[in-house]
């Protein structure tokens, strides 16, 4: 069983910046990918960003692409999710979430993390 615990929602006003953090625990060697989803109130969950844990490939959702950043470190067995140049569509609340093995379904999820942004 993986773990995953996300950190570092809280509110700001557009055009700021946040970081959120998500550190997994637990069965971690099985982890391949580690990627991050929101869901807005009203909304479906949608894919916002995920890095695989092997090699440095990366995948972005087009409306966060060139405003947001993930990242790892595979020391802390942490993934990080640079957030700058916030809107208010973005406002959401952020889940962590990550596969194992050589499955492509996201079966491990976080508590989730709220961001607000303000305009």
């Known amino acids: 069983q993986v773990y995953l615990e996300e950190s570092g929602g809280g509110s700001v006003q557009a055009g700021g910046s946040l970081r959120l953090s998500c550190a997994a625990s637990?069965?971690?060697?099985?982890?391949?990918?580690m990627g991050w989803f929101r869901q807005a109130p009203g909304k479906e969950r949608e894919f916002v960003a995920a890095i695989n844990w092997v090699g440095s490939g990366t995948n972005y959702a087009a409306a966060v692409k060139g405003r947001f950043t993930i990242s790892r470190d595979n020391a802390k067995i942490t993934v990080y999710l640079q957030m700058n140049s916030l809107k208010s569509d973005d406002t959401a609340v952020y889940y962590c979430?990550?596969?194992?093995?050589?499955?492509?379904?996201?079966?491990?999820w976080g508590q989730g993390t709220q961001v607000t942004v303000s305009s």
């Open positions: 979430a990550v596969t194992r093995g050589l499955s492509t379904q996201y079966d491990t």
């Open positions: 637990g069965r971690t060697f099985s982890i391949s990918t």
